[in-house]
């Protein structure tokens, strides 16, 4: 990646993050994801993906680009990037790691740690390189850069 002053470029790091989803999905992992969005009910399942900084960028653009400005606050607790019309994704393309690798049973399960944390790792450095200050909770990340 480029970087001035210990700082990565824009442009790079969100490459970085899209290289990393592409490795991802280059994974021999079993995986059976039917767009079911019950792993987009935060509230009932008592998960909320955490997005590293770079994944909030990459995130914060693909929702803009919707035509989209601010993140909607949704009373049933569901992420706020699903749209409440057709229940899909509004960013599936660039959806955060922890939606790629979530825990949804029907689609097979978690992700073993083991076999990610390679990429786990990579994106914990493009956060450190853009100024991050680790995970946070889905809305609360892209938001602060909305």
């Not at 002053?5 to 989803?21: D, F, K, M």
Request: glycine letters at 8%; charged letters at 25%.
């Amino acid at each position: 990646m480029h970087s001035s002053g210990g700082r990565t470029s824009l442009s790079a790091a969100l490459a970085e993050v899209r290289a990393v989803y592409r490795d991802l999905a280059a994974r021999p992992i079993e995986r059976n994801c039917e767009l079911r969005t019950q792993c987009c009910h935060f509230k009932l399942t008592g998960k909320t993906p955490y997005l590293t900084r770079g994944e909030a960028l990459l995130a914060a653009r693909a929702w803009k680009a919707t035509g989209r400005k601010a993140l909607p606050s949704r009373d049933d607790g569901a992420c706020p990037m699903l749209d409440p019309q057709t229940s899909r994704c509004l960013i599936y393309e660039d959806r955060p790691f922890g939606c790629r690798t979530h825990f949804c049973a029907a689609a097979g399960g978690p992700y073993a740690r083991r076999e990610v944390i390679d990429l786990i790792r990579r994106l914990e450095q493009i956060d450190e390189q853009l100024g991050g200050d680790g995970p946070r909770a889905l809305p609360a990340a892209i938001s602060s850069i909305l």
